[in-house]
């Protein structure tokens, strides 16, 4: 499949940026479902795990995307997905699937698939069984019923596994088995929670393959659940970022890197440097961010003048002294990571800034020493209180 | 036929009893402690292997085993072939205490071939044991049947097929007449030892040497079954028994008949797949201190010792304790005498 | 140098013990006490010849051929010379001590063997070793020997029934012999010993149970090589044997043609066949009740579910004949619930098969409620809702995946609740005891009061033997069904923490 065939196949839309919390209307390229309602909506949905509140997340899924739910340890993902699922009851606001409100459907009538963190095979089933098991309960006919086992089961690879024990399997092969068990019955939506997690570093590019050949080939909408970014990056097309409860910002994964809403996605999608920095209109209508050190010119205006600037660290190269836009650094420590050098400078102030140079940039430089700086793209500018 | 079958069981008894002319001087109930003797007796088996002249060894131990054989039938009461040596045990270890003496009367054989056993190896198969001595000279009388075979069991053939179901059909005949002319031994269970030995004969004839692993499973099947009957008070005779007691045990001596006919096709069948004591020597010669070891160094894998090994106890070289009767043939058949008797007493697990 | 002292310290011993023994020898015979001359005649002539003088004859040609074997360099000189010098003792005290030359030959063998072992031991094994194989020599000699004589302690002469145990002390030196090399022999060894000689009136009893208590201690492995477990274990053993004593005694303690007798009887096999229909019924009764109740209480928190928890436990707290009595007083004749249920389904407890399975129940339902509690316990939730997420509705989750996977505990459960059902007594006496429905244990009783503990010893036998070869037979078929989810979630712990170290 081609790039931009593989693109539409996971939903990707143009770039959208949105504060926290605000819905996300997404409209599917693919015509596989009525596209009148998104395949799932959750509308300020809250939970109460004890004395753990989640939400108000709002979100919404159109059919064939691949979403993402990214954040750290903690941060209530899980809950999320099994509310989804419907293992949990919901404390407040909707959840539609398919446009009908769902809270009130059992979990077996929901018809949305779900793959926990543990795999969860049943022990006293071997492989075939374990994939056979929800078969029973859809209402294709015998012959089509053998003919989904036998296509999934050929779709995930699992032809020399059927009558192994579950017990017998590794970590890699349980998670498999266990997509291939939850994609057997057709499920308008299948929930991924941490499907790389507990697998060794050998077994995540093959699970990465799988997953996206899969995405690929039956076009299940999808949500996907890790702390790990790098996933994110591999397999999602859009990705929403998770803070205690709460959706900090939700957009394809490039934009999520590139331009964050927040300094958290900022920080935890991870490597760039965050400075607090004041922004300042400039009178031919752009904005220029002003700190302790210099100041740097701004695609457009932000609409706010405090908050934080992000600088990518490969944005960042030697410079010849006096060239506009320059500034000057000492160099902390100098590391040669092959590919690039990793350099750290001090900029005035004792503002530390992360840099990646290309490889001959890096080779003259030491520690101790003085060089100037430039920019290679703009910085990117983001709202927050920079006193907190 | 009856009255001939009659008069040769008188006469036969008439001769047993007359072999044992030390019958009355020899009387262990007695407060004479002549059951003492197999200790001694069996005391020299721990010596004779190592001090007998190599060169001349093997003749050394068939005049054992014929020894053997005139110890057991002229002196040896208790014993009573190798079921009864159990049950007797058994009999003897209840009396500790109560009869000291008979409990003497009744273990020392079992024990001192179990001890001899554990320290010096399973000696007493190879360098004693009667019935043992007897399937090895019909071995030595008919070696021709062995012949051509390098393990046990023969390639198949029509003459072989045939002589086991004549053997079978013999049998049956027999038992066929035993049964109608007299009240059967019902507890004699010797009949079954032979039947089980007319069907090994035909397995043997027709799987031949590809089930030899698999039926020597059979010692601990019949090891258990006579422990139970011990236990049970049944009482089991078993071949060559007649020999050693003056009742006229029809069953033992049909037995002993099948034991020597299967041992023309087989060499060693009783102990390589039915013998309850060869099972218990094996568990006490498992570890014993005196040992075939071979030095690999020196083994041409020549296969000698597996040629002259009458219980396949020997391959390539190496000795398998379960099996080894302690006969010493692969010692002195072995030309760079790899194979030697080693003394190992370093700790046991 | 050092070769030819040691030549000289062999020419020194070997020759001294050779000279001591001829010297003996040729004192005897000037004293009268040995002919030597008419022993050669009397040989050599008719063949019968004086077993005292064979004896003195043959241990001076065994010297006569150690001797210069030894001085020539031949041989261990320890062993040689220990032998020698034991074959020169029984030739001077010999017959004084023991009764003939038999027996003295006799001693002599084993005496040379203890020899040998001793010296093997101090030469290639640890001290502690030979320790015990001194310590083991003195305590046989102790049993067999000093107890009678009363060598060392006379007051304990005549204190035991052993008479005639010496030459029964020379054939357990003889298996000493055979154990002293390995610690798990010589445990063997004494567990075997002990049990024939101290507990002998239950010699079988006791070494089928210390032999398992040895088999136990000495196969012990563990990954925590602790010394304090393996004591725990022994302690633990102990009370096991305290336990299985007894009924080993009574299993075997019965000869065989008794209990066949016994199985014949006629009143006995309807009472078995009764106990096996009556306890099956009322397990099956209790299966298709407990498993709903033992799901219900592992998968929902309710008011009062602790307290119904430990009422459960109520019929093995309360003692059998107050639950016997309990229950005559509601469901008996005459009582108000026994007679409604009486004239409404005509259905009558005491003295017929349904009070008998009523008690049964009773008495069961712990066992089986609480095993399949246990069971469902350990089925994880994650495990139903995985089924649900994949359509089945709650009945068939519990159906496909709960039931199943509890099976296991369950059927041991029901197991344990037929054993008791089918051994329970107590109730038994008070709602149903009267011949025509009386199971095996109130016939057992029925028959020790009528006949005393002799004649019912048999049919205990055979019940003890019946209902523990029942027990484990169940026991094994458990086996086929599926185990719990622990294989698993163990694979995905060990998959997490490689992932983590790789990390």
Known sequence: MSENGRLSAFGLRPSEQRSPGSPAVSASPRPRVPASAPLLELCSLELKLGAFRLGPVSLSLAAGDYLVLLGPSGCGKTSLLKAIAGFHPTAAGQLFVEGREAAGLPVHRRGIGYVSQAADLFPHLDVAGNVRFGLAYSRLSPLEKLERFDRIVELVGLEGLLD??????????????ALARALAVSPRLLLLDEPLGMLDKQARPEMLETLKRLHAELGTATVHVTHEREEAWAVGARAAVMRAGRVEQLAPVGELFRRPATRFVAEFLGGANVLAARFEARPDGGARAVLDWGGFDLAGAPGFSEGWLLIRPEHVALAALGEKGAFAATVRSVSDRGSHVEAVFEAGGGNILRAHLVAQDGAGLEAGGSVALRLTSTPHAIAGDVRG | ????????????????????????????????????????????LAVIPVIVPERHRQRYRLANQLFGIAIFIFVIYTCLGVFGMIRNFHRGLSEIGRENIVALYYCS?????????????????????????????????????????????????????????AVTAIFLGWMAYLSATRVFFVEDASIYWSEVLVILLLVLVWRMGAWDARLRRLRVLSFAIIVAAAIASLRITSPVHFGFNKVYDPASVLATVMVALAALVVPHVWCRYLCPWREAIAWAAKHSARRLATDPAKCTHCGKCADVCGVDAVADGKVDPRECHMCLKCVDNCPTKAIALKEDWKPMP | MNERSGKR???????????????NYAIQALLGHLH?????????????????ELFQMLLLAANLALGPALISGRGNLMLGAGSMFLILAHAWVGVRVVPDPLTSGAALVVNILVLYVGTRLSERLPAKHLAAFAASYFALFFIFVEIKWGFLIPALKGRTGMGNAEPLFLLFVMGLCACARSWRLLAWFWAVTVSFTFLQPYAWESAVVLCFIV?????????????????????????????????????????????????GDERIQKAVGRTLVTATASTLFLVALAVPLAYALARLHFPG?????????????IPQSVAGLALVRVFGAGQPLGGVIENVF??????????????????????????????????????ELSARTLGASPWNAFRRVALPLASRGIFLGAVLAWARAAGEFGALLFIASNSEVETAPVLAWNLFGSVGSAQAGPLVAVLLGFSLAMFFLLQLATRTLPRPAVAQNADATAAAQRAEATA
Not at chain 2, 10 to 35: I, P, W
Not at chain 2, 120 to 148: D, K, S
Not at chain 3, 307 to 316: C, K, N, S, T, Y
Not at chain 3, 359 to 364: H, I, L, P, R, T
């Open chain 3, 9 to 23: 310290l062999r020419l020194l011993v070997a020759g001294a013990l050779l000279a001591g023994h001829v010297a």
């Open chain 3, 346 to 383: 005509g259905v009558r407890f005491d003295g017929t098969l349904w009070g008998v399975c009523l008690a049964q129940v009773f008495v069961a339902m712990p066992f089986i409620v609480k095993a399949a509690l246990a069971a469902f316990e350990s089925v994880p939730v994650e495990l």
């Open chain 3, 305 to 317: 579910r602790s307290l119904l928890l430990a009422a459960i436990d109520v019929p093995i707290v």
């Open chain 3, 215 to 263: 088999a136990a201690l000495f196969g012990a492995r563990g990954a925590l090589r602790s010394p304090t477990a393996l004591v725990f274990l022994g302690v633990g053993l102990a009370l096991a044997g305290l336990v299985l004593f007894p009924v080993v005694a009574a299993i075997m303690g019965e000869s065989p043609q008794n209990l066949g007798n016994i199985l």
């Open chain 2, 109 to 165: 054989v079992p024990a001192t071939i179990l001890v001899t056993s554990m320290i010096f190896g399973p000696t007493f198969c190879g360098w004693i044991c009667p019935t043992g001595a007897l399937q090895e000279l019909i071995g030595r009388i008919f070696g021709r049947w062995h012949r051509g075979r390098k393990r046990c069991g023969h390639p198949f053939s029509w003459k072989l097929l045939a002589m086991a179901l």
């Open chain 1, 164 to 177: 192994r024990e579950p017990a017998t399997l590794s970590g890699g092969e349980a998670r498999r088995v």
């Open chain 2, 1 to 44: 036929m009856a009255s001939l079958f009659s008069r040769l069981g008188d006469l036969f008894e008439r001769a047993v009893a007359n072999l044992k002319v030390l019958d009355q001087a020899l009387n262990g109930l007695e407060g004479s402690y002549v059951e003492l003797l197999t200790v001694l007796a069996l005391g020299l």
């Open chain 3, 36 to 52: 030597p001359i008419g022993f050669l005649r009397e040989l050599l002539g008719s063949g019968k010849v004086d077993d005292h």
